[in-house]
Each structure stands twice: as C-alpha cells, then as structure tokens.
C-alpha cells in the first residue's frame, strides 16, 4: 500500500519529529499482545510500520495527521501496546503514531482527572492519590497501559465489579480527538457522545486527551479464598456480587491455575480453588462471613504494600488476563478464549464445561457489572491444538447455556466483541477520518467507497 510513496519527501514533511526507522525498533513498535492467540501470530508476523513517529504535543499531532493526509499514509495509534488482538498493529505498513510521550495529567478535580492520552494508568492513579481519590477502573496491566489505548480497545477492568463497564454513564466523561486531514481540526466529545470512539480500535481520530470519572480512594483489602471444589468458588462469588459487599474485583480461578502463581505457594495450593478479591475494610466481616457459609478459608489478607513487601502478587495480577500471562510465562502450548454467559448466571454451565472439556480448557471468571447488572465474564485457557479444534470449542461453549464468544483471536472489531458494525462509529470516522487513513483493515464498517478526500 505504501510502496510507491516518496519516503525522502514524508521525513521532510515530518521534520523536527522524532522519527524511528531501524528495523528492529520499528517492529517492537508495530506490536502488541496478539502473541496470546497463535492464529494472530500467523497473521500478523509480517506487519510493520514504515515509520513510527513520537509526538508529546498536540502541534506533533497535527503535523503527523496533517501528512499522512497529503500523501494518503496509513496511520496507526499506539500507546503502551498492551492489547491482545493487534489493536496497534499496522496491517498496511505506513506511519505508527506513539503517543507514550503525551503523558501529562491536565487538571484534578473533584470527582474527575483530565489527562493525556499518552498517560499510563498508574501513573494517573499516583496523581490522584495525593487528592485522596482513585480511578474507577483499569487494566490489569495498568503499569505499562495508557488511557488512551485503554479507552480505544478496551471493554471493563479491575474496578468494574463496582463500577461497571467503561461505557457505563459517568465513566468517561469528555475527550478531545484531532482529526486526519490536510488542515486536521479537534473534536471534543462529551459523555455519550465518548462512545464514539471508545472501543473503535484508534479507526476514528487520534485522542489527544481525556476526562473520566474519580472515586474516593480506598486502601483495598486484597484476599485469597480457597474452596474445595471451583463450583462452591462459583456460588460464593455470585452470592458476593450484591452492594452489600464493598468489592473492588471479584475473580475466580480455579485449582489447575496454581502452578503457574509460583509466588503464591501454598496460599494457592494445587488441590484448592482460589477467589480473588479487593474488599473495603468496612465489608471485611460480612466478607468473612460469606465465604465461611459457603465453606471456603481465607489464605490471605492484606493491602497490596503488605503483599509487595511479602514478595506476593497484588490480587489483580491474578485476575483477568494477568491469567493468561502467567501460565504463557510458563506454558506457552495454551491459548485463551473469552466468554460472557447468560444472565442471571447459572454456574451449571461451567460444570458442564468442566465435564466435557477435561484437561483441554481451564476455567477462570471475573464479575463485573455492565448496564447496571451484575454480570459473568470468562478468561478460559485453551490447550492449543490447531485454528479447526479451537474453533470447534468456541462453537460448543456457543451451543448451550446462552454463552457468547469474545473472539480474541480476530483483529477486526466487528468480528472479536462488538458482533455488529457500530454505525455511530463509522458516521464519526466519516467526520473524523475522511480519507479512511487510520488503522485500515480493523472495520469491517469501513468499505473504500465510503472514502473521500479532504
């Protein structure tokens, strides 16, 4: 797609940036975590970006957009490259955007934090703080994440059990997005209107910066509940999903996990099924209390200074796709697969796929609310075999129980999560991306008649 541009005249056109052309360099930044999916590796060995250019102010910003639309350069936005389904990935080589060095936070207030795309989620965690107030939600990778690349390729986080799903009201509050066009323009969004390029994978505007929501801060209490079987894990964690429980993550994980939390010992014995929680001080006896009525043991029970300091992982690294991490870091024959189930949970589903699976699919479930219901969500491990064997899983899990498969092992939106084409994001890419420029290939909302130049 990019052969034929004149590269000594694009570098021209991008002076006084910082520019990125050894090969090596431009391949760790033409990446991100799709090597979780054995199918995506295949697909996206060979992409890379022509260039890859780091911006730290807005007026960088313009100038790259501003350029790629002049010589109609595929343009594709990256913050910390933690997503798992080539979100960064350039399919059609041409300019990678970094925006790691927009990392400002703007402005604290009550409530409410307005910072860079570019700013990595602990680091806007660690600001707030000093304000007595918390984010509401973020990754487990939220070390190295950016908001920005949190808000464009992702759903829920630690947090969501309390707080629900990004797209939640009062979640995302405002945005700024600049434009990919000869004279590129800023667009500022507010609530609702954030959806719009929420979860659209950077295919419709660079965020320059964003405001979301704060919430008082909490010293969390992270715990460790053990259970003789992963269905009494089950049933504890849907009677724990009430407002009675002050509970900042609620996962469970069962007992062939353990292996691979080489720092848990025998906190997370390989005979014991494990939930893994943060709970407010004040909830801790009523916590206490449920998980003795559903004859579980609390193996540990600490703020996460006192874990870090004992050596042990902070109870959201032992949740939501930190799972896969750990046994890849060991095991890499597995592979993950991403299922919600049907509402009001019904943990005989798991049971069922405990049964027909064996040894094949490992099962791991995180709470959360979304639209103000509490919700089931699945992380499964795989065993790897072939694309025909892990597709055949993913059509049994679909089969029965009302399970419904977030396909991580496909790059295109429509395809993974979403499962139709978000027409409000597409009208916005037509304002925001006319020329169809940015991440091409990663909507199937997006057809080359629909382009036009600006």
Request: with cysteine; net charge negative; proline share 5%.
């Amino acid at each position: 797609m990019t052969a034929s541009i004149d590269w000594a005249a694009v570098r021209a056109d991008l002076q006084g940036l910082n520019l990125i052309d050894a090969p090596g360099q431009r391949r760790q930044l033409s990446r991100d975590f799709y090597w979780y999916s054995p199918i995506l590796t295949a697909q996206l060995a060979d992409c890379l970006a022509d260039l890859v250019v780091k911006v730290s102010t807005e007026d960088d910003v313009r100038q790259v957009c501003a350029v790629a639309a002049r010589w109609k350069l595929p343009l594709t936005v990256r913050g910390g490259g933690t997503g798992n389904y080539g979100q960064c990935v350039p399919l059609h080589n041409g300019l990678v955007l970094d925006v790691t060095q927009m990392c400002r936070v703007l402005a604290i207030d009550d409530g409410r934090v307005r910072v860079q795309a570019g700013a990595r989620m602990h680091d806007i965690e660690q600001a707030v703080a000093e304000t007595g107030q918390a984010l509401r939600m973020w990754p487990s990778t939220w070390h190295v994440a950016s908001i920005g690349g949190f808000i464009s390729g992702g759903f829920g986080g630690i947090g969501s059990v309390r707080h629900g799903i990004l797209r939640d009201p009062g979640n995302m509050l405002r945005a700024r997005v600049m434009t990919v066009e000869r004279e590129p323009r800023i667009i500022e969004l507010q609530g609702d209107e954030i959806q719009q390029v929420q979860h659209a994978f950077g295919t419709n505007g660079v965020i320059l910066d964003v405001e979301v929501a704060l919430s008082p801060a909490i010293e969390w209490v992270h715990c460790t509940a053990l259970f003789d079987s992963y269905r009494g894990a089950l049933d504890f964690s849907v009677a724990a999903s009430t407002p009675e429980i002050d509970l900042f993550l609620l996962s469970t994980v069962e007992a062939r996990f353990s292996p691979y939390y080489v720092q848990m010992g025998a906190l997370f014995p390989p005979d014991r099924h494990a939930a893994f929680t943060m709970v407010a001080p004040e909830s801790m006896e009523r916590f206490r209390a449920l998980v003795e009525a559903h004859g579980g043991t609390i193996s540990l029970a600490g703020t996460e200074a006192e874990l870090v300091a004992r050596g042990l992982p902070p109870a959201y690294e032992c949740a939501f796709n930190h799972t896969t991490l750990q046994a890849l870091k060991v095991d890499r024959s597995w592979t993950y697969l991403q299922v919600a189930y049907a509402q009001p949970f019904d943990p005989a589903v798991v049971d069922r796929h405990l049964a027909l699976f064996g040894d094949e699919v490992l099962q791991h479930h995180d709470f959360a609310r979304a639209g103000g219901a509490y919700g089931t969500f699945g992380i499964l491990l795989v065993r790897w075999k072939d694309e025909a064997h892990q597709y055949a899983v993913m059509r049994e899990i679909e089969s029965q129980g009302g399970c419904l498969i977030f396909n991580p092992h496909v790059y295109t939106i429509e395809d993974g999560g979403m499962k139709a084409i978000d027409d409000q994001q597409i009208e916005f890419k037509k304002r925001s991306d006319p020329m169809g420029l940015m991440n091409p290939g990663k909507t199937r909302g997006w057809t080359p008649e629909m382009a036009r130049d600006a």
